[in-house]
């Protein structure tokens, strides 16, 4: 077993809806999402070793490994299991960090799913995902092989919907991440004392694009937006034309599907031309068909 391994493609994900509920007693918030991964990934590989435990990725070279998110999904598999004792993982980034897109998540994910394909004795689809609820509210959803689901909770509770048909995605990342611990600090400085809502997403909601787009919400796009004018400018557009822009996660990145409105267009050729913020990168990506098997390496 020493010396084998496995690599994959960690998907991005999007939230195509995202409620937040109030802190509850143990300090964090309940959400519910509807998430749908991205053709857009990052490249992960993950070997086996006798003890030795190291992980590159040249974007985040300068920072402690034990701090990565993906050491940090072996270190906790390797607790729970006892297996491996150690592993050398490698991560190509192509997912923008800070940006809303789950970039740590789907590596941690990533190496989960590698892990399992791997060890001896495997854990089952729920155990693994109890696992991965440990690292981030992302996680569970991208350890799945879920291309599209619903999740409540901290992300531990899915319902798999059908995906919705491929189409082309448009990212616009600011040239600034927002911290998660940040944006939800704002989200609770904003509300006042008192129950915020109780679910209300139902699988009949994400059937077709069209009802996507009319009824697609981020909590988090009210206290995002006063703060940075950048992500302000992309959802004005959203709103001022009917075009289906929303914000991913708790930001920075803002997302927009050609193609489909929120309502009734009366001359969509008839629209101004699109005013990027300065700073502001675009990639251009589809939504998944499928999730990226684990391909195993000698």
């Known amino acids: 077993m020493i010396g084998r391994g496995g690599r994959t493609l960690a998907q991005a994900k999007i939230n195509l809806s995202l409620r937040v509920f109030e802190k509850e007693a143990n ?32 974007v985040m070279r300068d920072r402690p490994e034990e701090e990565n998110l993906a050491f940090r999904a072996a270190a906790v598999y390797s607790k729970e299991t006892g297996w491996p004792g150690g592993f050398e993982i490698v991560i190509k980034k192509r ?30 689809a729920a155990s693994l995902r109890e696992l991965a609820a440990r690292l981030g509210s992302d996680v569970p959803f991208l350890a799945s092989d879920f291309v599209m689901a619903l ?7 899915l319902l798999q919907v059908a995906p919705l048909p491929p189409r082309d995605v448009q990212l ?14 704002l989200l609770d400085a904003s509300r006042g004392p008192g129950p915020q809502g109780v679910p209300e997403l139902t699988a009949e909601m994400f059937g077709d694009w069209d009802s ?30 009917g075009l289906f822009y929303r914000l991913s996660g708790s930001g920075s990145t803002v997302f927009k599907v050609p193609g489909i409105h929120t309502r009734l267009m009366e001359n ?3 629209l101004p031309p699109q005013e990027i913020p300065e700073g502001t990168k ?12 684990v391909e195993l390496l000698d």
């Open 172 to 185: 616009f990342f600011p040239p600034f991440g927002i911290d998660t611990g940040e944006a939800y600090a």
């Open 268 to 270: 969509p050729a008839a």
């Open 27 to 58: 300090g964090y918030h309940s959400i519910e999402t509807a998430f749908l991964r991205l053709d857009l990934g990052d490249d992960v590989r993950l070997h086996i070793r006798a003890n030795a435990r190291s992980l590159r990725c040249g």
């Open 95 to 124: 997912i923008p960090i800070g940006g809303g897109l789950g970039g740590g998540s789907a590596d941690a994910a990533a190496v989960l799913r590698i892990l399992n394909a791997l060890a001896p004795n495997p854990l089952k």
């Open 212 to 241: 996507v787009a009319r009824k697609s919400v981020n909590d988090f796009e009210a206290v995002v937006r006063p703060r940075w004018p950048a992500i302000d400018t992309l959802l004005a557009r959203g709103e001022r034309h």
């Open 282 to 293: 675009v990639i251009v990506t589809r939504t998944a068909e499928s999730v990226v098997p």
């Open 151 to 157: 999740a409540w909770g901290r992300g531990e509770k």
